[in-house]
């Protein structure tokens, strides 16, 4: 890093950092067992949450210099932000370390690949609809067509390296082009209205794990709510604001905004990913200070709950399924920023048939974290083998999980071990969709008995 370099960090540090929260650190430690890289690491300080704060509070004071272990240290941190529910002060560390990623992102001398795939991913692809369509439609043309077999059987799918190899394997049945253009853009309830909601359809969500908004959409209309799907929404931004491109979060942002600020008598914004609900819920946070959008953003974000709070509050339909053994895994953002966590698990509970047992450490994370896993493959790898160890114990068939992300993880999890013949990892929202169709099915076959 030159000196040129240093010296503005340092001054970005010094305007842009917010002081106060930096100074809410009491550095007591509270924050230490809940963090798995500083677990990981055997207790490594600058792992810590604790320690980061450190590093940035040192470069704001002007005490040290940013170097390359800061920057290391800034893109080891998970993000999972488990570490703000163990705080004692309330530091927001979430904000700081996107804050400070923001600040070296500004000043930073990519190579002209990684600046082109930054560019592609960033601007390209995910504001962008159609082209999200487009690229997902590619992926459908790969599975349908024979090349994906042919790419496994030569292990051409391992150029890219093992783990690329590893992640193609649990991708998810991708749904044609022509399905990808058919999208809803509002459902009736079943009977007699209990709310009128919109839904948030993200942008992989809406392609890649289209099965799973399908699902979200059922148990809605199953649940008689009135669901608006708004169609000028876009990509939540979570991406972008994760990997220092805050101005370019903030744009998709402003449009969904926007976009359902147009609809009237709305009780809920819902979703079903807890990556895209954190980052929605903390919209103001984004826009904090800005005198013409910090208002609306707090309006939007009091709105945004998961679907599983949803089901709970408006009392979720029957459900039965064949007799199996599950557990669940949080989705950090769901548990750590939404504070959702017990109506998952009341759901599942729920569900004739099953057996739910409590994972350890089931509030820990996976070890996904977005792109985490591909680009701190080593210590993403270390974690999620720890988490395999827990779900094994709990002799589980099904693993649940209330985000795409942790899904891919827990797959790739059950890969690695070779477990793919008696575990399967799925969505909360498959598996209950699942369940209120069994239950149908199985009820409606009795009442047909009887009625012969």
């Known amino acids: 890093m030159s000196n040129e370099r240093k010296q503005q960090i340092s001054r970005d540090f010094q305007e842009k950092m917010n002081d106060d929260e930096l100074l809410n650190c009491m550095r007591c430690g509270f924050c230490l067992p809940s963090c798995p890289t500083y677990?990981?690491?055997?207790?490594?300080?600058?792992?810590?949450?604790?320690?980061?704060?450190?590093?940035?509070?040192?470069?704001?004071?002007?005490?040290?210099?940013?170097?390359?272990?800061?920057?290391?240290?800034?893109?080891?941190?998970?993000?999972?932000?488990?570490?703000?529910?163990?705080?004692p002060s309330g530091v927001k560390y979430g904000q700081l370390v996107e804050q400070?990623?923001?600040?070296?992102?500004?000043?930073?001398?990519?190579?002209?690949?990684?600046?082109?795939?930054?560019?592609?991913?960033?601007?390209?692809?995910?504001?962008?609809?159609?082209?999200?369509?487009?690229?997902?439609?590619?992926?459908?043309?790969?599975?349908?067509?024979?090349?994906?077999?042919?790419?496994?059987?030569?292990?051409?799918?391992?150029?890219?390296?093992?783990?690329?190899?590893?992640?193609?394997?649990?991708?998810?049945?991708?749904?044609?082009?022509?399905?990808?253009?058919?999208?809803?853009?509002?459902?009736?309830?079943?009977?007699?209205?209990?709310?009128?909601?919109?839904?948030?359809?993200?942008?992989?969500?809406?392609?890649?794990?289209?099965?799973?908004?399908?699902?979200?959409l059922y148990l809605l209309q199953e649940s008689n709510?009135?669901?608006?799907?708004?169609?000028?929404?876009?990509?939540?931004?979570?991406?972008?604001?994760?990997?220092?491109?805050?101005?370019?979060?903030?744009?998709?942002?402003?449009?969904?905004?926007?976009?359902?600020?147009?609809?009237?008598?709305?009780?809920?914004?819902?979703?079903?990913?807890?990556?895209?609900?954190?980052?929605?819920?903390?919209?103001?946070?984004?826009?904090?200070g800005d005198p013409e959008w910090e208002e609306r953003a707090k309006e939007f974000s009091n709105k945004v709950l998961d679907i599983s709070e949803v089901l709970v509050e408006v009392g979720p339909p029957k459900m039965v399924l064949e007799p199996q053994v599950i557990t669940y895994q949080d989705s950090c953002h769901l548990r750590n920023v939404m504070k959702t966590a017990s109506a998952p698990r009341q759901l599942l509970q729920s569900i004739e048939g099953v057996t739910y047992k409590e994972m350890k450490q089931a509030d820990r994370c996976c070890g996904s974290a977005g792109i985490y896993n591909l680009i701190e493959t080593e210590m993403s790898m270390q974690i999620l083998d720890e988490k395999m160890v827990h779900a094994t114990h709990t002799d589980a068939t099904t693993i649940v999980t209330a985000n795409p992300g942790c899904l891919l993880q827990m797959k790739l999890g059950i890969e690695r071990e070779q477990k793919s013949e008696h575990m399967k990892g799925v969505h909360i929202v498959d598996l209950l969709a699942d369940a209120v169709r069994h239950y149908q099915e199985k009820y409606a076959s009795h009442s047909l008995q009887n009625n012969m």
């Open 39 to 87: 677990i990981e690491t055997g207790g490594y300080e600058g792992a810590s949450p604790r320690g980061r704060i450190s590093l940035m509070k040192a470069v704001a004071d002007g005490m040290i210099e940013p170097d390359q272990d800061l920057e290391d240290q800034l893109s080891l941190c998970l993000g999972c932000r488990a570490c703000e529910p163990a705080c």
């Open 225 to 288: 709510c009135e669901v608006v799907i708004p169609e000028e929404q876009n990509c939540c931004g979570a991406l972008h604001g994760h990997s220092g491109e805050k101005g370019k979060a903030k744009q998709l942002a402003k449009r969904n905004i926007e976009a359902f600020e147009k609809l009237e008598d709305i009780d809920h914004i819902v979703l079903n990913s807890g990556g895209c609900g954190a980052f929605l819920t903390d919209y103001d946070e984004l826009f904090h």
């Open 100 to 216: 400070a990623r923001d600040i070296l992102q500004e000043e930073k001398q990519h190579s002209l690949p990684v600046r082109t795939v930054r560019r592609v991913v960033f601007d390209e692809v995910f504001p962008h609809k159609k082209r999200m369509r487009k690229l997902v439609g590619l992926m459908w043309f790969y599975q349908k067509t024979g090349i994906q077999k042919l790419a496994r059987a030569t292990k051409a799918v391992n150029i890219a390296g093992r783990q690329m190899g590893m992640m193609e394997k649990v991708l998810p049945n991708i749904p044609s082009p022509k399905e990808l253009k058919k999208r809803p853009t509002y459902i009736e309830p079943k009977t007699t209205k209990t709310k009128r909601v919109a839904f948030f359809s993200g942008c992989l969500m809406d392609t890649m794990f289209m099965k799973t908004n399908d699902s979200t």
